[in-house]
């Protein structure tokens, strides 16, 4: 490689870079989790999560508030989850890989909290 191939390399590495920077800068995600998207207008509560590994499985808990419909929240992760392999179950509860997600929803004065629970699935 001469310099000028490795000079136009590096250009082409810093404009991807530059062009991939806002949208990772974008992405959000539960704590503890690696691929839980939290949702935008939602905020995580400090100290409001735990994270746990047991020989049967990874225990994690978190949550976020923000000024939002409930419906909304609800209609976010129906269709977001799925494209992440979770299978919804029951009304707030997803199973994927031995696990099982349930996301609480608390309505009230203007103001929205959301529990995100993910346990070891039972057998």
């Given at each position: 490689?001469?310099?000028?191939?490795?000079?136009?390399?590096?250009?082409?590495?810093?404009?991807?870079?530059?062009?991939?920077?806002?949208?990772?800068a974008?992405?959000?995600?539960?704590?503890?989790?690696?691929?839980?998207?939290?949702?935008a207008?939602?905020?995580?509560?400090?100290?409001?999560?735990?994270?746990?590994?047991?020989?049967?499985?990874?225990?994690?808990?978190?949550?976020?508030?923000?000024?939002?419909?409930?419906?909304?929240?609800?209609?976010?992760?129906?269709?977001?989850?799925?494209?992440?392999?979770?299978?919804?179950?029951?009304?707030?509860?997803?199973?994927?890989?031995?696990?099982?997600?349930?996301?609480?929803?608390?309505?009230?004065?203007?103001?929205?909290?959301?529990?995100?629970?993910?346990?070891?699935?039972?057998?």
């Amino acid at each position: 490689m001469n310099s000028s191939s490795i000079a136009r390399f590096a250009l082409c590495l810093v404009l991807t870079l530059s062009a991939l920077a806002p949208a990772l800068a974008q992405a959000r995600f539960v704590s503890g989790t690696e691929d839980l998207p939290l949702m935008a207008g939602l905020d995580e509560v400090r100290d409001g999560g735990l994270v746990f590994d047991t020989p049967a499985g990874r225990l994690v808990e978190a949550r976020a508030e923000g000024a939002l419909a409930a419906s909304a929240v609800r209609a976010f992760y129906a269709q977001t989850l799925p494209q992440l392999g979770w299978r919804p179950l029951e009304s707030g509860e997803y199973a994927r890989e031995g696990e099982i997600l349930t996301i609480g929803i608390i309505e009230g004065s203007g103001r929205l909290a959301v529990r995100f629970a993910l346990t070891p699935q039972s057998k």
